[in-house]
């Protein structure tokens, strides 16, 4: 009976600790989450992208934090920054939820292009909102300016395997 006390008692603070995890963070400005579909851009045009180039352009933190030797303001930048590239990480989300509820026109000639079948559209789903959440988690630990694919030479890191064919010679023959 006590341990079924202990698993009960377990089950719910996991739920507790998913429930705290899972949670919105609230933002300083009121009404963000009403406004947050308009506030930067909408995602139909060229330019919600060219927003996001700007956004994880880390050009100005660089120049504010060397060259004018601000690093107070090179970080209010990168918090400002980071604040704008997870809304419009989840503005993109949004998007991506409008789209997929958008049903598509019947074709008058019938079936004549299917498309991708329902489980491929399921992974591409899924495999989209992975990488979304890893993106989100990328940017809100690291901030806007970390790179989200490592660079090509991280072996460079690891130790290199020690040959065991060393060629040994005398000194001075």
Known sequence: MTALFVYILIAILILVVLAWLARETQTSEPGDAATRQYALMPPGNGQFLKISDRIFDSGDFLWLRDAVGRPDLARTLARSRQRLAVQW?????????????????????????????????????????????????????????????????????????????????????
Request: proline share 11%; aromatic share 12%; charged share 15%.
């Open 89 to 173: 990480l989840e503005i993109l989300k949004d998007s991506f939820h409008e789209l997929v509820r958008t049903p598509e026109p019947a074709s008058l000639q019938g079936n004549a292009n299917p498309g991708p079948g329902s489980w491929e559209l399921l992974w591409l789903t899924v495999r989209f909102h992975l990488l979304l959440a890893y993106a989100l988690l990328a940017v809100r630990i690291f901030g806007p300016y970390h790179r989200l694919v490592p660079f090509p030479n991280w072996r460079q890191f690891l130790p290199q395997p020690t040959s065991h064919k060393s060629r040994f010679s005398t000194v001075d023959s």
